[in-house]
């Protein structure tokens, strides 16, 4: 079997799209390995459900750090002592600088709850739905240092419903999060995707088709 990408996942809380991944991974023939799963908070609930599961667990509490680059250089010392190939971003509230994403540069992924590149930053389903926008959703890309840019690698689509509210249409939007990271992952691990531009293909040459539910 052709050895798996050591892969590391960032949280700031419970990590809900960090459970997918790793219960994903847990599958013998998933391309990518979870070896680490880091937060910037010692309290987040995820790094309890991470220990659960056997993987090795880090907190590097930015509160104690003067800067963002003394910050980035004890997460960097962690992903080297693990041997860590890509990072996932799942929820991670921490913006990186210029200097670590160009590190990680088309090796760290990103999932944003919205369809990218409407609604970047917060609060997204409120703002979908002050718009009155009939369809909303998800997004997996490449991370690049402008905030929720970068290659899109997969997206994942709902309805907006009439009598929706930011709590209902999120917890939707959250079901297909659950859904494509994963595959984005995997997409990823098994080196299938190319970047031309702004664009990501598989290998074939076409675009990478979204994952769209009606």
Not at 28 to 37: R, T
Not at 56 to 80: C, M, N, P, W
Request: with cysteine; charged share 20%.
């Amino acid at each position: 079997m052709t050895q798996r990408l050591r892969t590391a996942v960032f949280i700031s809380g419970r990590g809900s799209n960090m459970q997918s991944l790793i219960l994903a991974a847990r599958a013998p023939d998933f391309p990518a390995e979870i070896a680490l799963v880091l937060s910037n908070r010692p309290d987040a609930a995820g790094l309890r459900f991470a220990a659960d599961h056997g993987i090795a667990t880090a907190a590097v509490d930015h509160k104690i750090y003067a800067g963002r680059e003394a910050f980035e250089a004890s997460v960097q010392a962690l992903l080297d002592v693990h041997r860590i190939e890509l990072i996932c971003l799942a929820g991670f509230m921490r913006l990186l600088t210029a200097g670590f994403v160009a590190r990680w540069q088309n090796r760290m992924i990103n999932i944003h709850p919205a369809l990218l590149p409407a609604y970047r930053g917060l609060h997204t389903h409120e703002r979908a739905l002050q718009d009155g926008v009939k369809i909303h959703g998800c997004t997996v890309h490449f991370v690049v240092p402008a905030m929720d840019e970068g290659p899109i690698i997969a997206q994942a689509a709902v309805p907006v419903l009439d009598e929706d509210t930011p709590d209902s249409l999120g917890k939707r939007v959250l079901e297909q999060e659950h859904k494509i990271y994963p595959l984005a992952l995997q997409l990823v691990a098994q080196g299938r995707l190319t970047i031309d531009g702004n664009r990501v293909k598989s290998g074939s040459g076409a675009s990478v088709a979204p994952l769209i539910v009606s």
